[in-house]
């Protein structure tokens, strides 16, 4: 099993800047994706930001020269750098790890969700 805890959501006003971190541990043995997923109220759960194990990234469009999505291998920790928030950013916020077992087909993990507010 893998665990994953999230840290970072919080309220800021638009404009300005957060940083969610989100660290994995428990029977890790290889990670190949990880990245980050938002919901809104009343709304789908949507991509924000991938990151593969070789460093390659996707954005969502709404994000793109805003948020920036990075991973220490060292430490199995996503990060999510926002900068430039606008009260349609307000959602929860969930990490995502796709795992490889040592035996066993490829699993997805989900974090507990960390609530991000914009304010206008």
């Known amino acids: 099993q893998v665990q994953l805890v999230e840290s970072g959501g919080g309220l800021v006003q638009a404009g300005g800047s957060l940083r969610l971190s989100c660290a994995a541990s428990?029977?890790?043995?290889?990670?190949?994706?990880m990245g980050w997923y938002r919901q809104a109220p009343g709304k789908q759960r949507e991509l924000v930001a991938t990151?593969?194990?070789?460093?390659?990234?996707n954005y969502a469009d709404s994000v793109k020269g805003r948020f920036t999505i990075s991973r220490d291998n060292t430490k199995n920790t996503v990060y999510l750098q926002m900068n430039s928030l606008r009260p349609e950013d307000t959602a929860v916020y969930y990490c995502h790890l796709r795992h490889k077992p040592f035996l066993g087909a490829e699993q997805d993990y989900w974090g507990q969700g960390t609530q991000v507010t914009v304010s206008s």
């Open positions: 990151i593969s194990s070789g460093g390659s990234t």
């Open positions: 428990g029977s890790i043995f290889s990670i190949k994706g």
